[in-house]
Each structure stands twice: as C-alpha cells, then as structure tokens.
C-alpha cells in the first residue's frame, strides 16, 4: 500500500473516531440501586451493565430535577428548567415547552451532519398555545426542535391520549373515529376509574381515575381514537422496533438516538414474557424489560458494525417511586432491593436520590472499559459536550463541556450540580446544601421524603451519602459560602 493511501485511510480512521454515532437511552422513574451493576440484587440487569463494564459507570451523575419534564427540557435545551415558566410536570395535551428558535441538542447535532431521531416518552408538550388538534399534522413538536425523526407517546402511560405520533401525526388514526382530549371533564358515557372501578385490571391507589384505556384507568378524559389506542404490555416492542428502525436507516452516516424508554414508569404492564422474571412484581418486571430494550440496541450496533465507533449514554430522567398511583404491588414487594441505592428521597426529593441516577456511558474507539468515576457529570452539559465531540462550537445557557471528565480522561467534571424538587439545592465537592423549606417533609401519596424542612440542610456525602446528619450548625462558613452560590447561580 502506498504511503499516501495508508495516510489517507489513517486519517479518515481517526475523524471516525472524533465524530461518534450517539445513543442516549433515557429511564424514567429509574433509580440509582435499580441496575446491578449499582448493587441491585433482586433484579439482574446484564445490558444495562455490559455499558458499564465496557466504558464508565458514574458514581455521581445527575439529572438535573427530581421530576421528568424539567428534567428533559434541560437535558435537551442545555437550560436549567427553573429559569423557564411552565416547565413543571405537563398534563397530556400542554402546548409545546421548547422554543423552536432556540438551541437544543439535536438541533445542534444536525448542524454537524447528524441524523437525529427520538423514540419513546416525549413529555415536553406538543402544538401551540391553542391547543392540538389529535386528527390533523401536529405542529410544533419534536421534528421542529432539531429531530428529523421521531416516534413518541405525546405525555406519559398514565395520561390520555394513549397514542403514538410518528412525525406529527398519531398513528393508524381513523378519521371517521376522531380523538377528543379533555383534562376538564369526561366525556358523557363513557367509564371512567371512579364509576367503573370494579371492572379494572389495575386498580389505582391515587389519582389515575378519570379515562379507562385497556382496563386502567389514566389522569385526564379521552374519546374516539380506538384503532390508534397502544396496548400497554406492547410498549416497549413497539418503541425498541422503532429504535432499531432509526439505526438501521441511518448506519451509513452520522446519528444521534434518543431513546427515550418508558419503563418503569407507571402504569407498570411488562409485556407476559417478562413477568415473573423478579420477585417484586411489575416494577421489577419493568425493569427487565427496560434492560431488553438496552440489549436490543446494543445488539442492533454490534449487527451492524457500528459498536466501536458509537457512544451510548443511559442514564434516567429522575429518581425512583415506588406507588406512583397504582396498586401494583411494587411497596409489598420490595422486600430489600433499595431502588435509590445508598442514597436517600426519590422521585419529587430533594435528597440525593431523587437527581443521582445511574450514568453508564462506553464508546470503545475512545473511552477504556471497566472504569468507575467520581466526576460530577450533570445532563444539562450534555448539549455542549455532545456537540463538542461532533466538531462543533455551540452556545448554551448553562450547559459545560465536560468531555474529558465524560470520556474517562479527567476525574473533575462539574464543581457544583443543581438539583430542583420545587426549590434549588446545590452539591459542591462533598457538600450539600438544601436551603430552609416550606411545606409538607413527606409526599402523602408516595410516601417519599420531600427534603423541606423549616432549617436549611448540610451534609458531607463522603462521610454521610444517605444524608442522615446534618451538619449545618456546625459548619456556619460552609452553609454561607454555598447559599450564595446558590443565590449567583439562580440568577
């Protein structure tokens, strides 16, 4: 071979190795000690773990809220939720949350020559201020903040309309049966959870009353819309289809996929073949499958040859909650698995384990196996440093290039991390600092330590990561320095 020739192949190699294909698996409700390789015993989580064992597991990743929406807006606009208004949890029809105009993740991938696509749980709203129309090309939404593809449930499993958009348009849609979304009041005959309660497959233990799809009761009222209804145990089939679709279509350039799974999410309904594959019923069932969806684009990549030169990311919106509106068995069931790990709170916390969730990430053209790091890595920086390893100079409002600490090359990542449940907490090194709160120390329905209390909160997660201590009083300097961070960080 001539010099020049063996130069040239050099060189394509190593651009291939700077421009990595990404796949961000996104969890929802997934909590730290939910994977075995964070210390689960009583779920085994092979796929899941084979990312950790072929690249990184972070000890200290956070998403940036203890609840889903904000959280996912943050991850993809490289903003902080709390800066924006109406960014809480968004009922089923909610209007579009991402300015089109403004940069997003995938908006900036695209730019780079990426293809991109989401699949699964969207939750960041769809249409304009007035509203959607199910029955007509729905606009704006995913495609119109930098997707060129996307495959979504509009909100969650628990909210109506239980449909999928693929483009903008709800899926096997018949127009003489057209879905009318109400998050007011039922439709006239129609059952819902209350009238209906008995007939149930799954009985609600709060708030997911109101429409009956599928024998289980959602929040808010649907009508019409039957051959486009989703079958609940059919779900992450029909989402890792579409997943493994999007690889197919796209293996001959660059791509970015997220994936965004549902599980283990609520209403919990595994698909037959995964239940009784735990012994702590449908969540751990859920968990299962969410770890064969992980497979099935692990096992796609390695198909096509695409393993070594494409990053995967997976990581979860938020941390765990066991009832979450359904009697599934999921708290009597428990028994020892602790879903959040060592860590203390959930879902809706303040504490660590309602923002530190699992963070594996692998890249075998670049990134060594079998590592573990103690960088803090938050989802807001993802943006900036995704779009840094695409070659591009990019802009966000608070998203930081972490790449060295991302790729395993440097322990110092971030120096502090955000976490929002309601109010702003801040982590800086070992220190954590939740300011004086208002309002209830447990959340009723869930049972989950909310982190308010009437006197601000220290602790020192080297020696205390369950945040049972608080150390405030005795460290007055420290409690100063990080409130008014805190305070220049709010803006």
């Known amino acids: 071979m001539k010099p020049a020739l063996l130069l040239a192949l050099l060189s394509s190699a ?34 899941i773990d084979r990312i950790a064992k072929e690249g990184i597991n972070f000890k200290s990743g956070y998403c940036t809220s203890a609840t889903c929406t904000p959280s996912r807006f943050s991850m993809l606009t490289g903003t902080y939720a709390f800066r924006q ?27 780079a020559g990426y293809r991109t696509g989401v699949v699964g749980k969207w939750h960041l709203g769809l249409g304009g201020k007035d509203g959607v ?42 127009p003489a049966d057209p879905i009318e979304v109400s998050y007011h009041k039922p439709f006239e005959g129609l059952p819902t959870g209350v009238t209906h309660r008995a007939e149930l497959v799954m009985d609600w233990s709060h708030g997911h009353n109101m429409a009956v799809i599928n024998g289980i009761g959602r929040i808010g009222y649907v009508k019409g819309g039957t051959k486009a209804l989703w079958k609940d145990e059919n779900m992450a089939d029909d989402f890792a289809k579409q997943a493994v679709r999007f690889i197919r279509e796209s293996k001959d350039g660059s791509f970015f996929l997220y994936y965004a799974l549902h599980d283990v999410h609520v209403p919990r309904v595994p698909d037959p073949r995964f239940v009784g594959k735990t012994t702590m019923g449908p969540r751990g069932d859920a968990i299962v ?30 941390g765990p ?17 602790q879903p959040a790990g060592p860590f203390r709170g959930g879902k809706y916390s303040m504490y660590e384990g309602g923002t530190r969730v699992p963070t ?18 938050s989802q807001v920086d993802f943006p900036r440093t995704f779009a840094n390893l695409a070659g591009l100079e990019a802009t966000f409002q608070d998203s930081r290039d972490v790449t060295d600490a991302l790729l395993g090359n440097s322990e110092k990542g971030r120096d502090h991390v955000i976490e929002h449940a309601g109010q702003l ?3 800086m090194g070992d220190w954590k600092y939740i300011p004086a709160g208002k309002g209830a120390k447990k959340a009723a329905a869930t049972n989950t330590e909310l982190g308010n209390d009437p006197e ?36």
């Open 456 to 491: 601000c909160q220290l602790y020192d997660l080297s020696k205390d990561p369950g945040e049972t201590n608080n150390v405030a009083k005795e460290n007055p300097e420290k409690v100063k320095e990080l409130a008014a961070r805190l305070t220049a960080l709010r803006g």
């Open 321 to 337: 909650v066991i009832d979450d509106g359904y009697k599934d068995g999921a708290v009597k069931k428990l028994g020892d698995h």
């Open 85 to 111: 208004q109406g960014t809480g949890v968004l009922p089923g029809d909610a209007a579009l949350i991402i300015d089109p105009a403004q940069p997003t993740l995938p908006g900036t991938l695209k730019k």
């Open 425 to 427: 907490a801040i982590r």
């Open 360 to 377: 594996l990430l692998c890249w075998p053209a670049r990134v060594k196996p079998g590592k573990t790091s103690d960088a803090l890595i």
């Open 14 to 47: 190593l651009v291939a190795a700077e421009k990595p294909n990404i796949v961000l698996i996104y969890a929802d409700d997934l909590g730290f000690g939910d994977v075995s390789c964070n210390g689960a015993k009583a779920v085994r989580t092979p796929n």
């Open 289 to 318: 499958e969410a770890d064969w969806q992980v497979g099935e684009v692990l096992r796609t990549l390695d198909e096509l040859k695409l393993t070594e030169n494409t990053l995967v990311l997976f990581t979860s919106d938020n």
């Open 133 to 174: 129309n199910w029955n007509e090309a729905i606009k704006p939404g995913p495609n119109e903040v930098g997707f060129d593809f996307s495959y979504i449930m509009a909100a969650t499993g628990d909210r109506v309309p239980c449909v999928y958009v693929e483009d903008g348009k709800v899926v096997n849609l018949d």
